[in-house]
């Protein structure tokens, strides 16, 4: 059996509820690779052959980002900032001072828009439900700037990767896998060079900051 035929056999709901359980949890606060299971079932989706919708894919992301992030914004609000020193202790990796004290520096600077622009940056789509809540910002607010970010991030995403998926079977029709594998390195190197940019601020933050400082520090309110 070839790859094509076990695609195939899989069905479109099966792959709506895995988009939207993934993000879900990935917005709840759980490290999940949500962006990745977006994409991967926005190229299924543009593959004639299989009977995937692209607006289910998308509204299924969407559903999903809004879900979890309200759930987790809930859970912040309970637990406040203890809720993050408890996760930073035992998954220093994705929860550590470092992490939050970015996040937190993003909240208190732009405020609601970090839940709008936080959706389309991986470190924020797994902090902004539960820091949210925890920094105290409204509700209406909050569920305002996730639900727009949710549709822009989901939509957007699924609608470039579909168009792009349909555009490269009629371009590799025409040129060689090559020019394909030197787009996949180049945008793999930008990833990984915007992501070490990234580890290297976290790590400066991790040595400025404690859990004492971050629980009562400035910009434990958000607007």
């Known amino acids: 059996m070839n790859v094509e035929a076990i695609l195939e056999t899989i069905p479109p709901l099966a792959v709506y509820l895995m988009v939207g359980l993934v993000i879900g949890l990935e917005s709840l606060g759980i490290p999940l690779p949500g962006e990745i299971v977006l994409v991967s079932a926005a190229l299924l989706s543009s593959r004639h052959t299989l009977d995937i919708s692209p607006v289910w894919v998308g509204v299924s992301a969407t559903i999903g980002a809004i ?17 993050f020193e408890r996760l930073g202790k035992r998954f ?24 709008f ?6 470190l924020l789509r797994i902090l902004a439900g539960p820091l949210a809540g925890a920094l105290r910002m409204r509700y209406p607010y909050f569920l305002a700037a996730n639900a727009t970010g949710a549709v822009c991030w989901a939509g957007g995403t699924t609608a470039v990767v579909y168009y792009l998926g349909l555009a490269a079977e009629k371009w590799l029709s025409r040129f060689s896998w090559v020019a394909l594998v030197l787009a996949i390195i180049i945008g793999t190197a930008m990833t990984l060079l915007l992501r ?5 601020l976290i790590a400066q933050l991790e040595a400025e900051h404690d859990w004492e400082t971050l629980r009562h520090g400035p910009g434990d309110r958000a607007a």
């Open 196 to 200: 070490e940019r990234t580890r290297s």
């Open 92 to 115: 220093p990796k994705h929860f550590g001072t470092g992490h939050v004290a970015l996040a937190k520096q993003l909240f208190t600077r732009w405020g609601v828009w970090a839940v």
């Open 117 to 122: 622009f936080g959706r389309f940056i991986a």
């Open 67 to 83: 879900i979890g992030d309200t759930i987790g914004y809930t859970i912040g609000r309970r637990f406040g900032m203890s809720l």
